[in-house]
């Protein structure tokens, strides 16, 4: 089954404790990148990747890390979490092989730092 | 940059009406624009996908259609049920190698 893999799903945190939340997709998917969603403001890009070894940030990338260093995995780092950074997290792929195609997304992360 | 608005930001309708949900943006040099259903505080899930080419797409009691030129696009749900219920979002690929939503339409079906 074609899909993305988020996890974890829930997370609670503490201020200033470094935390990876995994992305995996099984499409063979070029383009993957990274989301936050919050109330009143809707879906903002984090980052993205065009393909491995290939990252560029999108409308909000302060305070987290992303690398790409296998096709199928772009984990998303936030270094030193503050408690703006409690959100709705959600990765996404795609194919670039004609243009831009559907888009998948994992289910969620849903982050707490306290 | 892309910009896109969907409005109205929640509506209400009773059970059997059908549904009229709208999409703007901003810059009509897009890829492809997708429309996704989103429950509470769960993960999109696609509904239809339009590419530039294309002027609507159908898949059960849903059509999309698309208005590049105008740069509208509008979902219909037919006989719509209280299942429908969620919010529905649209995100369009353009120039900038970035899906850009909408905020999304919050939709409620009044059994």
């Known amino acids: 089954e074609a899909q993305v893999t988020q996890n974890p799903r829930y997370l609670i945190t503490v201020t200033g404790k470094k935390l990876t939340v995994t992305c995996s997709q099984n499409?063979?998917?070029?383009?993957m990148s990274w989301y936050r969603q919050d109330p009143g403001l809707g879906l903002r890009q984090i980052y993205y990747?065009?393909?491995?070894?290939?990252?560029d940030k999108g409308d909000v990338p302060e305070g987290y890390k992303v690398s790409r260093k296998e096709k199928r995995n772009f984990p998303l780092i936030l270094e030193s979490p503050s408690p703006n950074q409690t959100s709705l997290y959600f990765c996404?792929?795609?194919?670039?092989?004609?243009?831009?195609?559907?888009?998948?997304f994992g289910q969620g992360t849903r982050l707490t730092v306290v | 940059k892309q910009e896109v608005t969907q409005i109205p930001a929640a509506l209400s309708v009773p059970e059997g009406e059908n549904l009229v949900l709208n999409c703007s943006f901003t810059?009509?040099?897009?890829?492809?624009l997708q429309w996704f259903r989103q429950d509470p505080g769960k993960g999109l899930t696609s509904l239809l996908l339009?590419?530039?080419?294309?002027r609507e797409q159908t898949s059960g009691r849903l059509n999309a259609s698309l208005d590049k030129s105008s740069g509208r696009s509008t979902l219909y749900i037919a006989a719509s049920q209280p299942g429908d219920s969620a919010t529905y979002l649209c995100?369009?690929?353009?120039?900038?190698?970035?899906?850009?939503f909408g905020k999304g339409n919050q939709v409620v079906v009044i059994p």
């Open positions: 996404a792929s795609t194919t670039l092989m004609r243009g831009y195609s559907e888009a998948f």
């Open positions: 499409m063979n998917h070029e383009y």
């Open positions: 990747s065009m393909n491995v070894e290939v990252t």
């Open positions: 810059d009509s040099a897009i890829y492809n």
């Open positions: 339009i590419q530039s080419s294309q």
């Open positions: 995100a369009v690929w353009s120039g900038n190698n970035r899906l850009a």
